[in-house]
Each structure stands twice: as C-alpha cells, then as structure tokens.
C-alpha cells in the first residue's frame, strides 16, 4: 500500500508532498482509497462533504466502528501524518480477516476530505461540515489563495457543493471512532514505546493580522518617512515567540502575505496568520492577547492600521475517558506491549477530525512513535516495525470493539 501510495501529490524538488483539497492530487488519493476497498470487497460512498467510507457490514444497522484519517497534506508534507491512519486501518482489517475474527458490529474506514487546511486555510472542513461545526454559508465563503471558492473547487473536482452540510443521521450511526496518527513529537520516542494513547488535544486557533501601511519606492523613500508594516510584522513575530515562552505555549507565524510584494517597493500590506496552541484555555487566551497587544503597540508607534481576525479555532478536546480506558486496556494484553507497563497516555497540541468528531461520536487516538519528532515536513518519519505495531494495536482495538 505504501508503494501505491507514495508518488501521490509528491514534490520532485522537495521530495514533501502537496495533496491540497479538490485537486488532482487530491482525486488520485481519492481513487487509491477507493481502489483498496473494492480489492478488500467493501462499499465504498462518499457522503455529502466529500469524506470517503469504506464499508464491511451494513452502514445503516448503527453502532458502527469506524477508525482511518486523512490523505491531505500541508504545503510539502511528510509521508506519515494522515496516510499512516488510512494504511493502517486497512492493514488492521487484513489482520483481523487473517485472525478469523467474527464481526458482531459494522465496520468502516474513513478518509476525510480536507484535514489539513492547506488549500483554504480551515482545517479538517470535512468532518467539521458533517459535525455541523462549520456553516454552509461559512464554507462557500473560503477561498483559495488564488481566490478560487470553495464550491466551484468541488464543482470542478465533480462534487456538488450545494449538498454540503451537517451529517448527524450519519454520525448517530457510529458508536466509536479510533484514528491512528503519527505521533508529532518525541514522547514516545524518550519513553521508548513504539505506541500510545491520546488523552487530550489542546485548545487551538489560527488568527490573521492585517498591518496595513503605505507603498513606497525602497530606493528613494528616507527611513524616518516610512510607514512600513513589515518591521511591525516583524516586531509582531518575535512577541509571539516571548509570549509563548513565557506561558509555556506555542506560537508561530508560519505564513505571510506580501502587498506589492516587490523587492524595491516597501509593502503596503503585511498579512500575517498566527497559529497557537496550549494545554488549557486560559493560557491560550493570555498568549494571544499578549501578542495582539504588543502588535496594537507596535502598530500605533509606527503608524500602522492593524486588524485581528480570528479565522478558526477548536477548544480542548477531552477524548471520552471510558473509551480511552477500554483501549488501554485492551492494549495491556497486545502483542505491541512486552514490559507489562501500561500503554503511554499524552496530550498532544495538533488537531484532528477525531477531535473535531469528539462532540458528536466517543472517540479516541492510537499514536505511533516518530523518532525525530519532526512532522508537516519531509523529514516525517517512523520505522517500519513501529508502522506495523500500530497496525496490531489497531487490530487489538477494533477486535475488542467490533467483535467476539
């Protein structure tokens, strides 16, 4: 599977991926997903937001147990985060078939459309559509960075974007959903467990700050006549970074956009889109109004116009403590665990659909040890015989969960 899938979106130059939603990248994902049910004589539908389900027993008999991921990327991404949870959910029912296990619940495996957010700046649209987290007003209002919208990118990919929209029939059907994801970060790997569980996801959201100055000539303009938004921007930035130290969070301006974006013109306008994240709500809070106070600062001092929108955000998830319990303890006895320890138990400051699912299904997380930590990057990695302990846990979780 991962052979068929590696090429995928694939960058030649940076070797990352670039699987962006509605794309052509997108629709060959969308026709491996397809093609690996049809060998392994599921039904295969897509619901109304795009998500794609591949079906063993019957969608509508309810109390289903659904587990997989997503196939999108972020701008040159790795080869884990996403994928590893779609490969893993159908290497995990080849090993229950090779078990002989009896079904006693419907099983599915998802693939959502649009986790990551690359295209249209929102992430996981398609399971916040169908958890009616996200508006179909709101999602026909998204654009590209080329401007293209929303609806006439499904249109074009031959989806129909007037179908979109809360899915709760769908989602009253499921009775547990486990996604397994690549860890991002080291915590397994300095415990030295090859797989985890998740407790929490952090609170996180993505603001955008408008500084807004006055477009000059970079050669002739005295540096005491310039209202120049980038060194706010600038200013902005290293804020962010003090502000997240100091509470022990994260922030990270990570994307920007540039007006006349000349290199002998002084910008007019420096769009910048904060992204950050903390183990609770209050801190969160203070870090982000510390840094938009700073920037207000900074703004007025140099005579520039700023404003502050917040484009997404997701409260701290609190996965169902029940379901996490039973996966802990249907791990206790798995073939992954051979110390007779509990299996790792940790937050983690990335969202997921899983996440997203929380409020409207009991869901949970299996994590995979990722030795450098690294993620969102080509560097992305875990072993292969981590990959295939992931693939026995998960195995071991929907047997415990779907059958006798």
Known sequence: MWASLRNIGRNAESGGYRRYAWTGADA???????????????????????NQWAWRGDPLAGDAVVTGSHLDSVPDGGAFDGPLGVVSSFAALDELRRRGVEFTRPLAITNFGDEEGARFGLACVGS??????????????????????????????????DAIGPDPERLA???????????QGRALDLTGDPVGIASAIWPH???????????N??????????????????????????????????????????????VNAIPSLVRGWLDSR????????????????????????????LDVVRESFTPV????????DELGALLKGSAVRDTGRDVP?????????????????????????????ISHSPAEFAAEDDCVAGVIALADVLEGLACR
Not at 230 to 237: I, P, S
């Open 28 to 50: 060959d994902c969308r026709l491996w997903f397809r093609m690996q049910a049809e060998a392994r004589g599921l039904d295969c539908e897509v619901d109304r937001n795009g």
């Open 128 to 161: 916040r559509l169908a958890a009616g987290q996200l508006t179909v007003e709101a999602a026909h209002r998204l654009r590209d960075g080329d401007g293209v919208p929303l609806p006439q990118a499904m249109e074009a990919a031959g989806y129909d974007p």
């Open 173 to 183: 059907r499921i009775g547990a959903f486990v996604e397994l994801h690549v860890e």
């Open 205 to 215: 959201g993505r603001w955008r700050f408008d500084f807004r100055g006055e477009a």
């Open 217 to 262: 000539h970079a050669g002739t303009t005295r540096l005491a006549d310039r209202r120049d938004p980038m060194l706010t921007y600038a200013e902005t930035v290293l804020a962010a970074r003090r502000e997240a130290e100091l509470a022990g969070a994260l922030a990270t301006f990570g994307k920007i956009a540039v007006e006349p974006n000349g």
């Open 278 to 305: 903390a183990a609770d709500q209050d801190t969160l809070d203070t870090v982000v109004a510390g840094i938009e106070q700073a920037a207000r600062e900074y703004a007025e001092r140099a005579g520039i116009d």
């Open 317 to 324: 998830v609190e996965f169902q403590h029940a379901l996490r």
């Open 345 to 373: 138990v940790l937050g983690t400051g990335a969202g997921h659909d899983a996440g997203i699912l929380s409020a409207s299904v009991p869901t949970a997380m299996l994590f995979v040890r990722n030795p450098t930590g």
